[in-house]
């Protein structure tokens, strides 16, 4: 009886134990596809030089590191606001980018993103940090492209 009690107790744990691990991959999944929303979403308003749908995708506090810009000598760091300037200034923007998921890793209220952002002339390698905002939303606070 006792045998049988404990086996039961052990089946019960290891069960239990299975469906919190499944349940923590599909927490997992369900915000990798969120983040990959936000990525798409990204994509599509710089093709569309859409500035107002940047308002959910960029964290008040994005920032975009352009290394050699805008000269070769030179790396910048351009805060949201001046961004979007160029977007509206048609200095940046207006390319249509196939998105290819390099690597998506999430840690609790940030994430790392490494994707191949492709258009018909030339390719970038973007990394992109996100973080939960206090709505608990997924937005983009870096950008780093490398042309390819």
């Avoid at 994707?115 to 608990?136: C, M, P, R, Y």
């Amino acid at each position: 009886m006792m045998k049988k009690s404990l086996f039961t107790l052990m089946l019960s744990l290891l069960l239990g134990s299975v469906a919190c691990k499944s349940q923590t991959n599909e927490n997992l999944e369900s915000m990798k596809n969120e983040i990959k929303d936000v990525v798409y979403a990204f994509a599509k308003a710089g093709e569309e030089r859409n500035i107002q749908a940047y308002d959910d995708i960029l964290h008040s506090d994005f920032r975009v590191i352009a290394n050699r810009y805008p000269t070769p000598d030179k790396t910048s760091i351009i805060p949201a606001e001046n961004y979007i300037g160029l977007l509206a200034k048609e200095v940046i923007g207006g390319t249509k980018f196939n998105v290819e998921f390099k690597h998506v890793e999430v840690m609790d209220h940030s994430a790392v993103v490494v994707a191949h952002f492709k258009a018909e002339k030339g390719s970038q390698l973007v990394t992109i940090l996100l973080i939960k905002n206090t709505e608990d939303k997924w937005q983009m606070v870096t950008d780093m492209a490398v042309q390819k």
